[in-house]
């Protein structure tokens, strides 16, 4: 099965009631549902020039029938219509799902930059779970490789993000110099204007700027989609002081708090402010992930207590089960709504419920660490190995396993990114390889990809 878009394609039926359809024969000037292909699966429309139904269907040859797999929207409050007789017309369309909100983050902790953005994806992406087909992950996948880097130095980058053209860029840390993979695997360098400081983390703005996170950095950093890199004025500067970074819905970009006593924030329009804490220690955390409800979860790193801001700017505390110093690293945003913290020194896997509800989990491995994670297509979180010499993921049903590493090193890998074809690359630290996890099947001649039809409008 693969999810397939054919331009002019329009029909008419005559089926009634809220079954699979019979396809009749092509509009003049338009082409039938054959181009599809069989057992394939595209959007459709259907409507009557009353009501309508917007969709995800299954094509198939035999008897010519399109099955209405799953229902976008509709003129029956998103349902399926129940359809009397008469003659309907049935196309392809692109549905608005595609074209709401901006694109997300990629940056190794966040999953949406919006609400609309956010809900979007949660819902195609757990349609995927749930077996529905806004994925194509029906192939062999798991496939761990290694591949050539062009700059390599101690501690040389803290996590990467996905820009719009499908380029991977690595944040750097002590790197002297940017480095980036692009949609094709060609690995390359830039300059950077500020190299004094280092930074932890980096996040996609709305308008297409990578922003990088200010660790011991006194001034800002950011690449705009032109490839041009500029810096800009902090408020707030410390050493040690956020580590990660999340979009808010409203745009905003939140640096999150380290060693900082003030959260630190840059608006859409570059204007950088400082807003209080409730709670701040030493490495309290890193990392960070927008909740469902427009929540940024700080993630615990050696905080004793949970710490939030709400999309309304209001900051606040919840008690954690398991505490530890550096307990934690990142943490990704299941299909379910559960943030799950990525463990560091940690023994136990913890987690939010969309709820609020803290709980925790046991791990296969922990004498090693993770830095950072990544939700692949399927639901499964991958930790990304830090020091840890084998793999480590939890899947959409809670099961944590293992897996082979090809390159294993001290200190390898730090955050992670995944790319439209569904490779997971590790962004590397000390590592003097990359390394990819490949999450979806191989796609011939490069027609589709593996991520949503949503994720790949960029």
Known sequence: MTFVIR??????????????????????????????GD???????????????????????????????????????????????????????????????????????????????????????????????????????????????????????SGGVLAPNGDIHFIPAQANRGQKVSSTGVVSTYSLVYTAGFYNGGVLAPNGDIHFVPQSAPRGQKLNSSGIVSTYSLVYTSSSAY?????????????????????????????VSTYSLV???????????????????????????????????VVSTYSLIYTASTAYFGGVLA???DIHFIPYDAVIGQKVSAAGVVSTY???????????????????????????????????????????????????????VLAPDGSIYFVPSNAVRGQTISTCPAIPFGLDTCLSSYLNKF
């Open 7 to 36: 331009d002019r394609v329009l029909v008419t039926s005559t089926t009634t009631g809220t079954g699979t359809f019979t396809l009749g024969a092509a509009v003049a000037g338009y082409q039938d549902f054959s181009s599809i």
């Open 39 to 157: 057992g394939n699966t595209t959007y459709y429309t259907i409507t009557n020039g009353t009501d309508w139904e917007v969709g995800i269907g299954t094509y198939a040859t035999s008897g010519t029938t399109l099955a209405r797999t799953q229902v976008l929207s509709s003129s029956n409050s998103n349902a399926l219509v129940n359809w009397s007789a008469g003659t309907k017309n049935v196309f392809v369309p692109q549905p608005a799902i595609n074209t709401q909100g901006t694109a997300p983050t990629g940056d190794d902790s966040s999953i949406g930059t919006n609400q609309v953005a956010f809900n979007n994806f949660q819902k195609n992406l757990q349609a995927s779970v749930n077996g529905g087909v806004a994925f194509n992950n029906n192939g062999v996948a798991g496939i761990v490789s290694t591949y050539s880097l062009v700059y390599t130095i101690a501690a040389a980058y």
């Open 243 to 271: 580590s990660g970074g999340i979009l808010a819905p409203n745009g905003d970009i939140h640096f999150i708090p380290r060693g900082a006593n003030r959260g630190q924030k840059i608006s859409t329009a570059g204007v």
């Open 279 to 313: 709670y701040t220690t030493t490495s309290a955390y890193v990392g960070g992930v927008l909740a469902p409800n427009g929540d940024i979860y700080f993630v615990p790193t050696s905080a004793a207590v949970g710490q939030k801001i709400s999309a309304a700017g």
């Open 335 to 337: 299909p379910n709504g």
């Open 362 to 416: 046991s791990l296969v491995y922990t004498a090693g660490t993770y830095n950072g994670g990544v939700l692949a297509p399927n639901g499964d979180i991958h930790f990304v190995p830090y020091a840890a010499p084998i793999g480590q993921k939890v899947s959409a049903a809670g099961v944590v396993s293992t897996y082979s590493l090809v390159y294993t090193t001290g200190a390898a890998y730090i955050g992670g």
